[in-house]
């Protein structure tokens, strides 16, 4: 709730001007929280890949897509363990994509949000792929590809914007 409230508070300031510094922190905090969410589901996908059956591949897949598709979402599957927020990273993309659409002065990194929006994507039909297998090599490939695509979401904050991901991001708006 607490982050739902803080993602409230940054949209509020955007529609208040002379609120830059207010705004610019509550964009990191955001950004942050969705770093967070993302760390705890390439640790799942891991879990997944190296699972010993496909009965546990699956359930770890399982949680990873939980935590990316959030509560709401129709994937969601609430017999497997919510280790998230319960948001989604799926909804962390919307929101903050419609913060840089309204946003121009961010615009020179949105080349980096279009990488993190396409790799959460793919990621997410690698997991809802990979539950629908019956033979655990493919679980844990399809998996794997997700873990892989996650990775590339996370980035480093050294990156260039046109390769980088979350935390590339993060390392262009604390500058």
Do not use: C
Not at 72 to 99: E, Q
Request: net charge neutral; hydrophobic share 40%; glycine share 8%.
């Amino acid at each position: 709730m607490k982050k739902l409230w803080l993602l409230g508070m940054l949209v509020l300031t955007l529609v208040y001007p002379g609120q830059a510094q207010n705004q610019h922190s509550e964009l990191v905090t955001t950004l942050e929280v969705f770093l967070s969410q993302l760390e705890l589901t390439i640790q799942q996908a891991s879990l997944s890949v190296f699972s010993p059956n496909l009965n546990e591949a699956k359930k770890q897949a399982n949680t990873a897509l939980n935590i990316a598709v959030g509560q709401t979402d129709a994937s969601f599957d609430s017999t497997v363990p919510n280790l998230g927020d319960g948001v989604g990273l799926t909804t962390y993309v919307r929101r903050l994509g419609r913060i840089f659409e309204s946003n121009p002065e961010l615009e020179p990194y949105k080349i980096t949000w279009d990488n993190i929006r396409f790799f959460v994507s793919m990621a997410t039909d690698q997991l809802k792929a990979a539950l629908h297998q019956n033979n655990l090599d493919n679980a844990r490939r399809l998996t794997r590809i997700a873990q892989g695509l996650l990775l590339a979401a996370r980035g480093a904050p050294g990156d260039l914007p046109s390769e980088g991901g979350i935390r590339t991001l993060l390392g262009l708006v604390h500058d």
